[in-house]
């Protein structure tokens, strides 16, 4: 049976150029570095960023792996001022809630390092928020096409979102003001998406701090079988 290259679904893959295993080494270990860097912030200034900056970092990424290559993400950047009024106030009435009766003692207690409380003022100072919503499955022309390992994917996909802000030499904050149905309701998204995750992003208020913490350290997060 005769084929034709045009039917053919692949393409020859690019590799990266071939390193040293010492050049392996140093690359990776800097890479560490930078990335240990990297700090959730709260204390967002309010000076301007390019919006192709924000495309630029959603653009990379959506370039995360997804089951089936589906993409099953959207997401929405706002930097308008009145809709980011209308999330705060919307958050900030779930968040008190949460303080006030939803939250167990144990995890109100368990945030008592990080200072927080209902008000969430970096809502409306951070230049741009950027939501992240997950599609259980996609709409064509009314029909719906089932998407997969949604959950994995999107949260894949904002590892490299909060990786790509960092890169920009900029600051985030991973913000889950659960239950987050209202950023559906006030950002009008269709039947299909469902809230995932919302990020402030900016630069670092010129006072900002951040809590003392450090990380696990390698035995800690790691079981090696060799």
């Keep these: 049976m005769e084929t034709s290259k045009s039917m ?7 590799p990266q150029p071939s390193l040293s295993k010492s050049e392996m080494i140093q690359l990776s270990e800097s890479f560490f570095a930078w990335l240990n860097a990297r700090r959730s912030v709260r204390d967002f200034s309010s000076k301007p960023i390019p919006k192709v900056v924000i ?14 290559h589906k993409q099953p993400w959207t997401f929405c950047a706002i930097s308008n001022t009145q809709l980011k009024k209308e999330i705060r106030m919307a958050a900030e009435k779930e968040e008190f809630e949460n303080y006030h009766g939803r939250m167990s003692d144990e995890w109100i207690d368990d945030l008592k390092a990080f200072g927080t409380n209902e008000m969430k003022e970096f809502l409306t100072i951070a230049p ?11 709409l064509e022309n009314g029909v719906k096409r089932k998407n997969y390992y ?22 985030a904050l991973t913000h889950t003001p659960s239950p987050m149905n209202f950023l559906k309701k006030i950002l009008n998204r269709p039947e299909n998406e ?6 402030p992003v900016g630069f670092p ?9 450090t990380r696990k350290l390698i035995d ?5 079988y060799e």
């Excluded at 741009?128 to 996609?138: E, G, M, P, R």
């Excluded at 208020?205 to 913490?213: G, K, Q, S």
């Design 220 to 224: 800690e997060v790691s079981v090696w």
């Design 150 to 171: 949604v959950t994995e994917s999107v949260g894949i996909a904002c590892g490299m979102l909060l990786t790509a802000i960092h890169n920009a030499g900029l600051v």
């Design 128 to 138: 741009w928020l950027i939501i992240v919503f997950k599609k259980s499955y996609d």
């Design 55 to 68: 495309s630029n970092i959603i653009q990379s990424a959506s370039t995360a792996p997804s089951g089936a």
């Design 8 to 14: 053919d679904p692949f393409i020859p893959f690019k």
């Design 205 to 213: 208020a010129n006072d900002a701090r951040v809590p003392d913490l």
């Design 194 to 199: 469902t809230p995932f995750l919302l990020v």
